[in-house]
């Protein structure tokens, strides 16, 4: 590690170090279907590293019917998504870690580097531990303890704040624009990995997880600290 190094890299999980965006996208359009509505993948992407309420809000919010449902109806409803959601990732495995992720956190210890996982989901931990993936990482953040989801950078900055660590030394690693947009925000340097149709905003953007190369990532946050 030299001194322009960053001292800390979060990662999103769902969509970033696992494809379990696509299982959150099916439970959620299970869940809705079963109550008459129905989403589609464009309508999704404003879920992605929304938390479990606020994306049932969201999907309520197309209910033409404008049902009112009490808070316990609300929690019942968030729960039975959750119940969908585990199901679908019962079997989740080291196959299941996306191109690129794992060589990138060796590296990044490699280099004394902290690792903190900043995930708007309940189940990260979990998710961790079933990838095979959860020794890597110095701090979790707990998502159950945020009161601001993303995009507020509460979620970022507890991990930064842990550690005591300046947030421009902070790199942030997210496949959603809430993501980014919390990243950006917090003042960090935002690596966005999907289409850069919803990724615009972030401070480098690759297609896909085997994109992301640890030496390049280094050199992109170093010509943003210049600036
Ligand atoms: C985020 C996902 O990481 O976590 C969202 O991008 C999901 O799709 C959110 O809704 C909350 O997850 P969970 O597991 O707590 O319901
Ligand atoms: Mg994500």
Known sequence: MVADDPK?????????????????????????????????????????????????????????????????????????????????INSLGSANILPGIETLLKEIRANNIKIALGSSSRNAKAVLEQLGLIQYFDYLVDAAKVTKGKPNPETFTTAADYFNIPYDQCVGIEDAASGVEALNQAAMFSVGVGDVAYLGEADYVVRDTSQLNFSEIIRKYQQWMAV
């Open 8 to 88: 800390v890299f979060i990662f999103d999980l769902d969509g970033v170090i696992t494809d379990t965006s696509e299982f959150h996208y099916l439970a959620w359009k299970k869940l809705a279907s079963e109550i008459g509505i129905q989403i589609d993948r464009n309508f999704n992407e404003q879920l992605k590293g929304i938390g479990r309420i606020e994306s049932l809000n969201r999907i309520l919010e197309l209910d033409q019917t404008n049902k009112q449902r009490t808070a316990d109806e609300l929690e019942a409803l968030a729960t039975r998504k959750n119940m969908h959601y585990q199901e679908l």
